[in-house]
């Protein structure tokens, strides 16, 4: 009997056991590694999570910023660089321009200055503070990639501060006719805040204003630092374009880029945002079926004052009297910046 009980205790033992062994390699899994700890993986080859990025990702690394006014094609170019082997761009993050907003009016305010320079809070302080946040932003919120690079359109009215705190980056500034990217606005009914969508002339007067400050800011970075890119251009001629903008950003030529739809959803390929407004468009190859959807859309009036009410589209080589321009035609080359007007345009407080 006591051999029985025996048998039996130590059959139970040896099942518990099994089973725990069982559950414990098929049921119980390490915690995901963070997006942070495999790009430290990949390229630094760091297996310290406790370390600060800013020690092991210094300032001087090659980020890459694409930013335009909205509808201006800057989620089809963060897309078609999604697609190359070597990037990583992903969603809009909404947070950074908004920071860089903030960060412009610490600056501006002459009473503030001095409230934070006698707390101590000085600019260099504030600086690595905003360096440290945007790393932690681009670099956490996707798949780790050997090139990062964000794509918040409004993140460029603070192209001279960004490339003051990361020399190495690079920019990319999409540019396209105001009156189509006005009409997409309007017509998608995509809000940005201080824009009426129903008046086409204020919407195209201030299209005019906010693309002069980016623009203007992009020329004195010079053209080793900020390529702007014409949307016409980069639909009707993709492969120049994109081999241009590849050898701009030092990167080698991938053919996946032209073909970035085939790697929607992919693994270390293009992720979409469910809530952009440009997704619907980006998941087709890429097309020309929105150059001149705003021919026959804006009133008459408005059309007769299109030079004075949007002089950033002579300034950018549009002609504003044509309805449309001739897209096909060679760009003609942008005009050459006027360095007191583009420190004026620095200077000028960046609506959010």
């Known amino acids: ?62 980020l890459i910023f694409i930013g335009g006014f909205p509808r201006s094609g800057t989620t089809l170019m963060r897309v078609m660089l999604d697609a190359h082997s070597h990037v990583r761009c992903g969603e809009e993050t909404r947070v950074i321009p908004r920071l860089l907003a903030m960060r412009a009016t610490w600056s501006r305010s002459v009473k503030e200055r001095i409230r934070l320079d006698e707390a101590g809070v000085t600019d260099q302080v504030l600086d690595s503070a905003v360096r440290a946040f945007l790393l932690e932003v681009i670099v956490g919120h996707g798949e780790p990639a050997p090139r990062l690079c964000n794509k918040d359109p409004f993140a460029l009215k603070s192209l001279s501060y960004l490339s003051r705190i990361f020399p190495k980056a690079k920019f990319v500034l999409m540019l396209r006719d105001g009156r189509a990217t006005v009409h997409s606005m309007i017509s998608r009914k995509v809000t940005i805040s201080g824009f009426d969508l129903t008046s086409y002339r204020d919407c195209l007067t201030k299209w005019s204003s906010a693309v002069e400050t980016m623009f203007s800011q992009c020329q004195a970075a010079g053209e080793d630092r900020c390529l702007p890119v014409r949307y016409e251009q980069l639909v009707l001629h993709a492969e120049e374009e994109m081999k241009k903008l590849l050898h701009f950003l030092d990167l080698q030529w991938d053919p996946s880029v032209l073909h970035h739809e085939e790697l929607i959803g992919k693994a270390g390929g293009v992720s979409l945002s469910k809530v952009e407004r440009s997704t619907d468009q980006v998941m ?30 002579a300034r950018l080589g549009y002609d504003p009297h044509a309805n449309p321009p001739d897209y096909t035609r060679p760009a003609s080359v942008l005009p050459t910046y006027n360095y007191s007007q583009s420190l004026k345009a620095t200077e000028t407080p960046h609506p959010s």
């Open 1 to 62: 009997m006591r051999n029985s009980r025996s048998s039996l205790l130590l059959g139970c033992v040896l099942l518990c056991s099994a089973s725990l062994l069982y559950l414990g390699m098929s049921g119980v899994e390490c915690p995901p590694k963070s997006h942070r700890y495999r790009w430290m993986e990949l390229n630094l080859g760091m297996t310290n999570q406790s370390l600060s990025l800013t020690e092991h990702f210094p300032e001087d690394t090659p």
């Open 284 to 313: 087709k190859p890429v097309n020309t079926d929105a150059l001149s959807k705003w021919v026959g859309n804006i009133p008459s009036d408005v059309l007769s004052d299109m030079a004075e009410i949007a002089p950033m589209l």
